[in-house]
T-cell receptor
Framework: DAKTTQPTSMDCAEGRAANLPCNHSTISGNEYVYWYRQIHSQGPQYIIHGLKNNETNEMASLIITEDRKSSTLILPHATLRDTAVYYCIVRVASMDSSYKLIFGSGTRLLVRP | GAVVSQHPSRVICKSGTSVKIECRSLDFQATTMFWYRQFPKQSLMLMATSNEGSKATYEQGVEKDKFLINHASLTLSTLTVTSAHPEDSSFYIC??????????????FGPGTRLTVL
């Protein structure tokens, strides 16, 4: 029961910015948005996460709308190695007050030479 | 980021045998570890959550007697697939979350273990 909606696939040219959208219209006030990516036959790699403010790190930027119902992951200069499945995940609280990450189907990003 | 390892990376076994997969957090203490399964061309499916020193919590539809999880220390969790059958063939991935305040928000994933049951 993923709580996010992402396009099935996208592509972009190498060197250009890749903007990956995600809808999470039912997100609640204390739920974080996480982004992971999975390169074929590997474990997911953490990219970035945020609550309400925009975030930036060495890999990417995360832009969250003011109403928090959607977000965009930005890879500023995509390379061929960024070809992967990108997962946008809303952190779900567990019964024991911890949390778990439930993966949806993600966006398959293809970076073209 | 933090490092999580899994062993073995690949395993092939005969139907009816049991297989143990290890998951280790190498540079942090993991109070909580998670086990996922991924079938070809599908997304990751959460199987269970384990907290160090306590019983694992299984997701709906996951047989706890078939998938035994042990989280005996802050750096090691094991998943044992008992009496494996061909339909258990899958990519098994663990993840770990730190108990410290600084890293507690983030889950780090292992490289996965590909299980093939003949």
């Amino acid at each position: 029961d993923a709580k996010t909606t992402q396009p099935t696939s996208m592509d972009c040219a190498e060197g250009r910015a890749a903007n990956l959208p995600c809808n999470h219209s039912t997100i609640s006030g204390n739920e974080y948005v996480y982004w992971y990516r999975q390169i074929h036959s590997q474990g997911p790699q953490y990219i970035i996460h945020g609550l309400k403010n925009n975030e930036t790190n060495e890999m990417a930027s995360l832009i969250i709308t003011e109403d928090r119902k959607s977000s965009t992951l930005i890879l500023p200069h995509a390379t061929l190695r960024d070809t992967a499945v990108y997962y946008c995940i809303v952190r779900v609280a567990s019964m024991d007050s911890s949390y778990k990450l439930i993966f949806g189907s993600g966006t398959r990003l293809l970076v073209r030479p | 980021g933090a490092v999580v390892s899994q062993h073995p990376s690949r395993v092939i076994c005969k139907s009816g045998t049991s297989v143990k997969i290890e998951c280790r957090s190498l540079d942090f203490q993991a109070t909580t570890m998670f086990w996922y399964r991924q079938f070809p061309k599908q997304s990751l499916m959460l199987m269970a959550t384990s907290n160090e020193g306590s019983k694992a919590t299984y997701e709906q539809g996951v047989e706890k007697d078939k998938f035994l999880i042990n989280h005996a220390s802050l750096t090691l969790s094991t998943l044992t697939v008992t009496s494996a059958h061909p339909e258990d063939s899958s990519f098994y991935i663990c993840s770990a979350r730190s108990g410290t305040q600084i890293r507690a928000d983030t889950q780090y994933f292992g490289p996965g273990t590909r299980l093939t049951v003949l």
